[in-house]
């Protein structure tokens, strides 16, 4: 599946191929490849703190 759609279920904590069968709702992605998907986590993880510390989003 190179070419297929990858994502990460955040209820089983697994990698999906993009034909599984879990709800979207329940699912991180699309990503290009397995290995991207697997570090969904870390990515949000990433992408929430430089939210957090982003100087045009703070209300103080």
């Known amino acids: 599946m190179?070419?297929?759609?990858?994502?990460y279920c955040i209820?089983?904590?697994t990698v999906e191929a993009d034909d599984a069968g879990?709800?979207?709702v329940d699912r991180l992605g699309p990503y290009a490849s397995r290995e991207?998907?697997?570090h969904?986590?870390?990515k949000v993880a990433e992408r929430n703190d430089?939210?957090?510390n982003d100087p045009r989003w703070k209300d103080d």
């Not at 190179?2 to 994502?7: I, N, P, Y």
């Open 11 to 13: 209820q089983h904590k």
């Open 22 to 24: 879990c709800k979207a």
């Open 50 to 52: 430089a939210w957090d």
């Open 2 to 7: 190179a070419d297929g759609q990858w994502w």
């Open 36 to 38: 991207e998907a697997g």
């Open 40 to 42: 969904a986590l870390e």
